[in-house]
C-alpha cells in the first residue's frame, strides 16, 4: 500500500479536487513524521496501517476530511500531540474526529455477569455512537479496527481474545446497524478463528469441497439464467455468486444441528439490474423457471430490513430438484448492501463552473432507514437531508448520556441526570446512602448535570437518608420514585421546645447543647432567662419522634446541674 493508491481511489470519486489532495498528503507527511520509526507488534512500519486505514476510508468514499482524520487518528495517543497543535495544522473539524477517535479507543469492553452481557454490550454500542456525535469518528474507528483485526495474530493470546470479542459483540453490530453489512460480516470473520478456533477450523474444513462443487454447479447454471432473463427485457449489470460468510454460517448450522444440507443458501446467485421494477420482473421469471421454494421468498425491497438493507430473496428448485438461493438487487442496494451508511453520501456537481467541477458531498435522506426509526425513542424528531456535516451528527442520542461506573460498566441516564441519578440506577441502597460523588476523580456537588463519558464514584455513609431537597434537581422518574418512598418512612420533622431548669455556672450551655449535637439534633433556638442561682433555658430543636425527645429528655437528666426538665412540641 503506498499514498498514491489512496490519492488514486480518492479522485476517482472526487476528481478535480487538488486542495483536498494537498490535505491528505499534508496529513499523511505529518503522520509519517510524527510516528518516525514506530513499529507495530509485527515489525512493520506504523505507518503502514495508517496507509491501510486511510485506503479503506478511500473505498468507502469518504471525504479528503475523513481520509486525513485516519491517517492521523493515533498521533494524539501514540505521539503526545497536543489536541491545539493538530487544531492548527489541521483545523478544528479535522481535530475533533481524531479526538473522537481517541476516545473511543479508551472504552474496553468489559464483560461483567453473563446475564449483563448483552445489555452491557449493548449500552456500549449506544454509548460509542453517543460520544462520538459525528459519524466519520465511527468510520474512521472501524477502518482502523478491520487492519487491527487482520494482524492480531502477532499480538499476545490474552490481548488476542479480548480484541476479537470486543469487534464480535460491539464493532460488527455497529457495523451492521449502519448497514455496511460486508464490513460486518468481514470482522466477524476475522474474529471466528479466535474465538472458536476448533468450530473455525471444523468448518472450513467441511465447507471447503461444498464452496466448490456448488460454485461449479452455479457457473453452468449461469447462461440459463442470463437467456431467460433476456427473453424478458432484462439485462443485468451484473450477476456474481456470493458465498455465505464462515461465522454467519456457522450460527445458522447451530440451528440446523450443523447438517450443512440444510443450508440453502451456501453460495448464492446474486443478480444485480437497473430499477425496482426489474428485480421483481428478474424474480418472476426465475419462478416461471423454477418453483419457489415456500416460505423462502423474503421481499426486503418492501419491507427493509432495520439496518436500511434492500433485496428481493427466494430459493427455488433448481436443476435436479436443487434449491437454490437469488439475491436480486438494484445497484444503489448493491451499494447499500456493501457500504451502508458510507454508501449515503452522493455528490452532485457544481452548476456554472468552467474551471473543474466541485464535488459537494451530502446525505442521501436517512429518515427511510428502519433502523433510525427503531431510535425514535431516544428523540421525537430526527433530522432528514441537512447540509453535510448537519446530516452526519448523530443526533438521535442527544437527549441521552452514557456514563461509567468506576470498573468500567456502562450506565444509560437521559441528559440532565445527576450522580443521585446514578446512584439509584446502580442501587436503591447506594441512592438512598449517597453523601456526595466524584467525576472523574474530582468531587462534585450531588446537583452536577453528568456527560457522556464521565466515570462516576458514589460515596455513601450507613444510616443515611435522602433529602427532600433531592426532588428539585433528579431527572429521572426511577430516582424520584426511590427518594418519595425513602421519605415516606420518615417522620417529618418537629419543632420540640424543652424547658430546662438548673443550677447556674461556667460551660453549662455547652454541656447542654452538646447533648443535641452528639445526637445529630440541630437547635433552631436558644434562650436563657436568670432566676438567682436557678435559670431557665429554653431550647428549640428540630426532633421527628416522640421517642427521640423522650431519649433527649434522659440525658439532660443525667448533667449534674440540671434540677427540672420537660418538653412540648410546638408545631
Not at 489512496?6 to 499534508?26: G, S, V
Request: charge should be positive; charged fraction near 30%.
Amino acid at each position: 500500500m503506498d499514498l498514491e493508491r489512496i490519492i488514486k481511489k480518492f479522485n476517482a470519486h472526487f476528481p478535480h479536487q487538488e486542495e483536498q489532495e494537498r490535505l491528505i498528503r499534508k496529513a499523511a507527511s505529518f503522520a509519517k513524521e510524527v510516528h518516525g520509526h514506530q513499529l507495530r507488534a509485527s515489525k512493520e512500519p506504523y505507518f503502514n496501517h495508517l496507509l491501510e486505514t486511510a485506503y479503506k476510508l478511500a473505498e468507502w468514499r469518504m471525504d479528503a476530511t475523513t481520509i486525513a482524520a485516519g491517517f492521523l487518528h493515533d498521533v494524539l495517543e501514540d505521539c503526545q500531540i497536543p489536541k491545539e497543535v493538530l487544531e492548527k495544522e489541521f483545523g478544528a473539524e479535522i481535530a475533533f474526529i481524531v479526538d473522537g477517535v481517541t476516545k473511543l479507543g479508551e472504552l474496553k469492553y468489559r464483560q461483567e455477569k453473563e446475564e449483563d452481557e448483552k445489555n452491557e454490550a449493548e449500552s456500549l454500542r449506544k454509548m460509542i455512537l453517543a460520544i462520538s456525535k459525528d459519524l466519520r469518528v465511527i468510520f474512521v474507528k472501524l477502518a482502523d479496527r478491520l487492519h487491527n483485526i487482520k494482524t492480531l495474530q502477532f499480538l499476545p493470546q490474552p490481548k488476542q481474545k479480548r480484541i476479537a470479542l470486543e469487534t464480535a459483540e460491539i464493532y460488527a453490530p455497529i457495523a451492521y446497524r449502519l448497514g455496511m453489512q460486508s464490513l460486518a460480516g468481514e470482522l466477524e470473520d476475522l474474529t471466528f478463528p479466535y474465538l472458536y478456533p476448533k468450530e473455525y477450523a471444523w468448518l472450513k474444513e467441511n465447507v471447503k469441497e461444498s464452496y466448490q462443487e456448488r460454485e461449479a454447479y452455479l457457473k453452468k447454471l449461469e447462461p440459463q439464467v442470463r437467456e431467460q432473463l433476456a427473453k424478458a427485457g432484462v439485462y443485468p449489470l451484473a450477476i456474481d455468486y456470493r458465498a455465505k460468510r464462515l461465522f454467519s454460517l456457522y450460527k445458522k448450522l447451530i440451528r440446523y444441528n450443523m447438517n450443512l444440507e440444510q443450508v440453502y443458501d451456501l453460495v448464492a446467485f446474486r443478480i444485480i439490474v437497473k430499477t425496482i421494477e426489474e428485480c421483481y420482473l428478474t424474480m418472476g421469471v426465475i419462478h416461471q423457471i423454477w418453483p419457489p421454494m415456500p416460505g423462502r421468498i423474503k421481499d426486503y425491497i418492501a419491507l427493509p430490513k432495520p439496518n436500511g438493507y434492500q433485496s428481493l430473496h427466494t430459493t427455488v428448485f433448481c436443476v435436479n430438484n436443487r434449491p437454490t438461493e437469488f439475491q436480486i438487487r438494484t445497484q444503489e442496494m448493491h451499494e447499500q448492501a456493501e457500504n451502508g451508511a458510507a454508501a449515503h453520501w452522493f455528490y452532485e456537481s457544481k452548476k456554472g463552473s468552467k474551471e473543474y467541477s466541485e464535488k459537494k458531498a451530502i446525505a442521501a435522506d436517512l429518515k427511510e432507514a428502519l433502523w433510525i426509526k427503531q431510535l425514535k425513542e431516544w428523540q421525537n424528531q430526527f433530522p432528514g437531508s441537512r447540509e453535510f456535516i448537519e446530516a452526519i451528527k448523530v443526533d438521535f442520542f442527544s437527549d441521552r448520556i452514557f456514563v461509567l461506573t468506576p470498573k468500567g460498566m456502562v450506565i444509560d441516564l437521559p441528559a440532565g441526570s445527576t450522580p443521585v441519578d446514578f446512584a439509584y440506577k446502580i442501587h436503591t441502597k447506594i441512592g438512598d446512602s449517597c453523601v456526595g460523588a466524584k467525576v472523574n476523580n474530582r468531587i462534585v456537588p450531588l446537583d452536577y448535570q453528568l456527560q457522556s463519558g464521565d466515570v462516576v464514584e458514589i460515596l455513601t455513609q450507613k444510616s443515611k437518608k435522602p433529602s427532600p431537597n433531592w426532588l428539585g434537581f433528579v431527572k429521572t422518574r426511577h430516582a424520584k420514585k426511590k427518594i418519595k418512598s425513602a421519605l415516606k418512612d420518615i417522620t417529618p420533622l418537629k419543632k420540640v421546645e424543652f424547658q430546662i431548669t438548673c443550677q447556674d455556672k461556667i460551660g453549662l450551655i455547652k454541656d447542654i447543647s452538646s447533648v443535641f449535637s452528639r445526637n445529630h439534633i440541630h437547635i433552631s433556638d436558644i434562650e436563657t432567662k436568670s432566676k438567682g442561682h436557678f435559670p431557665t433555658i429554653k431550647i428549640i430543636a428540630d426532633i421527628n419522634k416522640k421517642e427521640k425527645a423522650e431519649e433527649i429528655l434522659i440525658k439532660l437528666k443525667k448533667i449534674k446541674e440540671v434540677k427540672e426538665v420537660g418538653y412540648k412540641v410546638v408545631n
